[in-house]
């Protein structure tokens, strides 16, 4: 005797068996591109990020075609100002800012494409801090929320489908909703950056969006979270639904897993996971030193925050791991 009386293996054996018990399918569906766009018309290559750019208004207009093409629903914009940054980053509202053209653009080519804009002050201050500061340089949160509120009708008026607050203060959820609604902007979504950690994984993107420099020595302890904190997400996604949110998110991903098991298991929303700059590069980096096969190690990224809860992901690989999935299925 000594014979296992199961055999879990008898089901790994072979592949239809496999695919027959697979819980969990990565699709196109569950993608959403972030995307850098910039005044210039030539596109420029973001250093920290090998494969993204820093993109001009044509190019940006070709990524979208590709999204498209790639059934990848939606793309979230990120502008990258080269002037125009003061303290109170009042170019975060102008009708005809670049994010508010951009968007304007894209869904007069692209009507069926998602477009999801950030909400947070960070690429229009002088001091790169998501929000307007006091004389110690402290975010003040209510004066804040009233810019992000101008900030997120501009983008609504501009033909946005979704607003993504990202700065974390307190109450720019039920201000912005409900300034959206006296507006007559009833569809518009919100995708509420709920728990968003103080993260270093963010490096690369404020490589990327210019306000690395600008912030300096600065950190945004002050309103992001806490990585040692995991109650307090909750209480964090309980008020932007209350206070309205249509989709929450959780930021950065992989490191963040548990905290996207419990959002899920508790609420039950519409729950989105970014997968932020640094973990883009931490994958793109060892696979092009061929210490890991990248793709391999990018899709089984994805499908495992897909796995712990998530419906959707915010990836740079958005059209690469498009790609390799159709590829796959063929
Ligand atoms: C800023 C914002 C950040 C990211 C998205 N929106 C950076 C930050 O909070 O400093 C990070 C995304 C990434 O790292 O890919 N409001």
């Not at 607050?165 to 995708?191: F, K, V, Y």
């Not at 949110?245 to 996207?260: C, E, S, T």
Request: hydrophobic fraction near 40%; charge should be negative.
């Amino acid at each position: 005797m000594g014979y296992p009386s199961t055999r879990p293996r008898r089901m790994r054996r072979d592949d239809f068996s496999r695919r027959l018990m697979r819980e969990t399918r990565l699709a196109a569906d569950d993608l959403i591109y972030p995307v850098f766009v910039h005044e210039h018309a030539q596109s420029v290559d973001v250093g920290s990020m090998p494969g993204i750019r820093r993109l001009g208004m044509d190019d940006l207009l070709r990524t979208a075609e590709q999204a498209v093409a790639l059934k990848v629903p939606a793309l979230a914009l990120f502008p990258v100002l080269s002037g125009d940054k003061s303290l109170d980053g009042r170019e975060a509202w102008n009708p005809d800012g670049l994010a508010q053209s951009a968007v304007r653009a894209l869904k007069q080519r692209f009507p069926e494409l998602g477009v999801i804009t950030d909400v947070a002050l960070d690429p229009y201050t002088s001091h790169g801090q998501d929000g307007l500061v006091d004389a110690s340089g402290y975010v003040l949160n209510d004066e804040t929320v009233e810019a992000l509120v101008r900030q997120a009708l501009s983008h609504a008026e501009a033909g946005a489908d979704v607003v993504a607050p990202s700065d974390m203060m307190d109450g720019r959820i039920g201000a912005i909703r409900e300034a959206l609604e006296q507006a007559g902007h009833i569809h518009t979504r919100i995708l509420a950056y709920s728990a968003k950690y103080a993260s270093s994984f963010y490096g690369p993107f404020r490589d990327a969006v210019g306000s690395a420099a600008n912030l300096g020595k600065g950190n945004k302890y002050t309103y992001q979270m806490d990585p040692a904190n995991s109650d307090e997400a909750l209480r964090e996604v309980e008020l932007d639904l209350q206070e309205g949110a249509d989709m929450v998110m959780v930021k950065p991903g992989l490191p963040y897993l548990d905290i996207v098991r419990r959002v899920k298991e508790r609420f039950g929303a519409p729950t989105f996971v970014y997968q932020v700059s640094g973990e883009y590069a931490m994958l793109k980096a060892a696979g092009e030193r061929g210490w890991i096969d990248g793709c391999a190690c990018a899709l089984e990224a994805l499908r495992c925050i897909k796995r712990a809860g998530a419906d959707g992901i915010l990836t740079y690989f958005a059209l690469d791991a498009a790609t390799w999935l159709k590829e796959e299925a063929a």
